[in-house]
């Protein structure tokens, strides 16, 4: 697996759209989110249907049409820096084949990459953009969403990747909990998010076929113990974690009990003889680290630390 182009960094001043590919956005936190984007020198401007909202499924911003077209349109517009995503929940896999790739390739070979920015159900979206555009992404907290909006450790990581990426060169475990299911280190490329949308992912046109050479970034929200059990055998029996150089676990939040999930992963990813990091503290969970995807980096799952080669963003 090899490094993806990296974006460049933003600048006070620069123009960041936000747009919704998944599901409804409140409007008070959005009006939140980006007030705070502005008390960061930012100039955010919100797609066109981010407030539209789906005339038959509620659980929908818009249309998939309209949201794979808001995603086009400020990937495409030159005078946008950034792209960050509102927030998750559901819809990505339904408008992720409408998206023109052609279109946003041609954009990143004219004007060069931006940041990307999201988790959660843009997972399907990281996915995307490495195998189609080949451009490394953000892991990282939405704009509409309330960790980013109510948690100081969240914004300060995330502002400090953004603005100044080599001083978050070295990503620290950030939970009190975080320790080493597998010991050693490994080295790769990272990739990763919501691992239930991972396995969701497996045969899709727009994800990539192994995660061999990478440095696994995981986390998800909302399954229980024995539907996390049917997630990792899925991605075990499929091949995907063939040659995997490392696992990296993030929040599981409404997953189920902490002994019991380690005893799962310690089955389940124990035996592919890789070093696996636990409770790193990226995900749904409070201030959760911004975890860049595409670059390559060790991890030392003794010392709870990932280390990028070069920063996130150029």
Sequence with gaps: MRPLIRPARLTPGARVAVVAP?????????????????????DPVVAPHVRGGHQEFGYLA???AD?????????????????????GGYGVQRMVDLVDWRAMRRATEAVGPKVFLGYS?????????????????????????????????????????????????????????????VGGRGRGVTLGGCVSLLAADLGTPTARTSAR??????????????????????????????GVAGIVLGSWVECGDRAELRVLFADRLGGLG?????????????????VPFGVAGELDADAGTLTLDEPALV
């Design 274 to 290: 890789v070093p696996v990091a636990e409770e790193f503290g990226f995900g749904h969970c409070d201030g959760a680290l911004t």
């Design 213 to 242: 050479g990478g440095l696994l970034c995981v986390e998800d929200i909302g399954e229980e113990p024995y539907r996390m059990d049917r997630i990792l055998t899925q991605l075990l029996r499929s091949g995907w974690l063939d």
């Design 67 to 87: 949201r794979a077209r808001d995603l086009e349109q400020a990937w495409c517009d030159p005078s946008v820096a950034a792209v960050f995503c509102a927030r």
């Design 62 to 64: 818009a249309a998939d």
């Design 121 to 181: 159900d843009i997972t399907a979206l990281h996915e995307a953009f490495a195998t189609r555009l080949g451009v490394a992404t953000l892991h990282g907290p939405m704009t509409a969403t309330v960790d980013f909006l109510k948690n100081a450790r969240a914004q300060e990581h995330l502002r400090t990747t953004l603005f100044a990426p080599e001083e978050t060169r070295v990503i620290r475990a950030g939970s009190p909990h975080a320790a080493a299911l």
């Design 22 to 42: 998944s599901g409804p956005v409140p409007e008070d936190r959005l009006e939140a989110g980006l007030d705070i984007l502005r008390g960061w020198d930012l």
